[in-house]
């Protein structure tokens, strides 16, 4: 099931059938068309107001007791606990993913690092020195400041640029990628990584998230849609104005379709930005059409599938594809304006917390 980050295609969905809308698989509403597509005004066909924000526990999983929610965040990254989380959301909610936005819970056991902006354009030039070309789409996402997240990344640039940050700070990289041609930044591939069977969780090195990681850091102990409320649903399926999605993300309707630079809407109880809307984020694990492994530290693996996970939405989808719960898949090599990411990190008890990749003059 691959597809382009024009047309994003969503896991939610049978396999091998390409749906370009997240939640479309299985789903009763006939969800169809391009992501790209808009329409629709500000409060026009409105069935069903946003609301505020919802906090765990989610109803039904009351047993996990989440982890405080508070910002602890230095020099760009974020720290969050170790805790009991609920990915995926209730039957009910509208674009619900048959198979992969199914509720599950997961027990996250160590504390995590997180970037507290996505990876910058002047924080990749610090550990890349090489910006990407030679994609797909003529379409730099429309950002060119340092400020700006930096775009057009494959999941294998991605993951060299974590290994190269973690050589730079002394720690061990956590993948090894095998049989690579062509050049960082224009063109690399590989042919997968050494020890795909090994888990991520247990690495010092900085590295991608893990699909639960992304979900735990992006609701930040919220259960609704979106950290700031729900979802408004309309009785059409257009590019349509949310009121919650606005105030945390660059999606659709407000990013005149183009990224935008970090921190320009709110933060996160966890004081993470952007981590819905603007742009994907690469994860670490594959992609499935299965309901997501539950349990302890779960799919921490890179494992040999080409097809790779992106979360969060981006600046071109539509307010249902934004929602904590989305997910969407690309294979690794793909390239594309949309196609971002943010590193992570364990922390093991004595581990001693990053400090910012650009030093501050």
């Given at each position: 099931m691959m597809c382009s980050l024009a047309a994003a295609c969503s896991c939610n969905q049978h396999p091998g059938v390409v749906?370009?809308?997240?939640?479309?698989?299985g789903t009763s509403n006939g969800v169809g068309g391009s992501p790209l597509s808009s329409g629709g005004g500000a409060g026009n066909g409105v069935l069903e107001p946003g609301t505020g924000?919802?906090?765990?526990?989610?109803?039904?999983?009351?047993?996990?007791?989440?982890?405080?929610?508070?910002?602890?965040?230095?020099?760009?990254?974020?720290?969050?606990?170790p805790s009991c989380l609920v990915i995926g959301s209730p039957e009910d909610?509208?674009?619900?993913?048959?198979?992969?936005?199914?509720?599950?819970?997961?027990?996250?056991?160590?504390?995590?690092?997180?970037?507290?902006?996505?990876?910058?354009?002047?924080?990749?030039?610090?550990?890349?020195?090489?910006?990407?070309?030679?994609?797909?789409?003529?379409?730099d996402g429309g950002c060119s400041e340092d400020s700006c997240p930096i775009n057009n990344t494959t999941w294998w640039e991605a993951i060299h640029a974590a290994n190269l940050l973690s050589e730079q700070r002394g720690l061990k990289p956590c993948y090894a990628p095998v049989n690579c041609v062509g050049e960082?930044?224009?063109?690399?591939?590989?042919?997968?990584?050494?020890?795909?069977?090994?888990?991520?969780?247990?690495?010092?090195?900085?590295?991608?998230?893990?699909?639960?990681?992304?979900?735990?850091?992006?609701?930040a102990g919220t259960v609704s849609d979106f950290y700031t409320g729900n979802l408004t649903v309309y009785d059409n399926n257009d590019c349509n104005f949310d009121e919650n999605l606005d105030a945390a993300g660059?999606?659709?309707?407000?990013?005149?379709?183009?990224?935008?630079?970090?921190?320009?809407?709110?933060?996160?109880?966890?004081?993470?930005?952007?981590?819905?809307?603007?742009?994907?984020?690469?994860?670490?694990?594959?992609?499935?059409?299965?309901?997501?492994?539950?349990g302890k530290d779960p799919k921490g693996q890179p494992d040999t599938f080409a097809e790779k996970m992106l979360y969060g939405g981006a600046y071109h989808i539509k307010p249902y594809g934004c929602d904590a719960a989305s997910i969407f898949a690309a294979s690794w090599d793909v390239r594309g304006g949309p196609a971002g990411f943010r590193l992570y990190r364990t922390l093991f008890e004595d581990s001693v917390r990053s400090k910012a990749i650009v030093s501050e003059k």
């Open positions: 749906d370009p809308e997240p939640g479309g698989g924000p919802e906090y765990a526990p989610a109803p039904g999983f009351e047993n996990c007791k989440h982890a405080e929610v508070k910002e602890d965040c230095e020099s760009g990254w974020c720290r969050l606990p909610t509208w674009h619900h993913g048959r198979y992969t936005e199914i509720q599950t819970e997961v027990i996250l056991t160590h504390s995590i690092e997180v970037q507290q902006m996505e990876m910058n354009r002047a924080e990749w030039k610090a550990i890349v020195s090489v910006l990407p070309s030679g994609y797909k789409q003529g379409d960082l930044g224009k063109g690399l591939t590989c042919e997968g990584v050494a020890e795909p069977e090994k888990s991520v969780y247990e690495c010092e090195g900085y590295r991608l998230p893990t699909w639960a990681e992304a979900e735990y850091a992006a609701r660059w999606y659709c309707f407000n990013s005149e379709n183009r990224a935008h630079p970090g921190g320009k809407k709110v933060a996160n109880g966890f004081g993470l930005y952007d981590v819905l809307g603007n742009l994907f984020e690469w994860v670490n694990e594959s992609d499935r059409t299965t309901q997501a492994q539950g």
